[in-house]
């Protein structure tokens, strides 16, 4: 199966920056997308940015010139730059792959969250 591993939220004021990794390991055969989903509490999950892999990239309105995406096709790592943070960005921020297993089909995997605060 498939699994991810996300590191590098925390604590930051605002105007900071923080930079967000995902690790995809496992029988994997390929990777379509790669993205960055967030929820804040007793909001939905929403799309934050994702990028395909020919990378082609898309952002939510909110976050478009603050945030990259980018990909270490090697490494199967997706990463995500935050910089001027604002305080509505707080959240957990779970990864989204579209991977194909090695024993399986195509779907979606998520990875466990990490939170992101941002103080004002």
């Known amino acids: 199966q498939v699994q991810l591993v996300e590191s590098g939220g925390g604590l930051v004021q605002a105007g900071g920056s923080l930079r967000l990794s995902c690790a995809a390991s496992?029988?994997?055969?390929?990777?379509?997308?790669m993205g960055w989903y967030r929820q804040a509490p007793g909001k939905q999950r929403d799309l934050v940015a994702k990028?395909?892999?020919?990378?082609?990239?898309n952002y939510a309105d909110s976050v478009k010139g603050r945030f990259t995406i980018s990909r270490d096709h090697a490494k199967k790592t997706v990463y995500l730059q935050m910089d001027s943070l604002k305080p509505e960005d707080t959240a957990v921020y779970y990864c989204?792959?579209?991977?194909?297993?090695?024993?399986?089909?195509?779907?979606?995997?998520w990875g466990q969250g990490t939170q992101v605060t941002v103080s004002s």
């Open positions: 989204n792959v579209e991977a194909l297993p090695i024993s399986g089909t195509t779907r979606r995997y």
């Open positions: 990028i395909t892999d020919s990378g082609s990239t």
């Open positions: 496992g029988s994997i055969l390929s990777i379509n997308h």
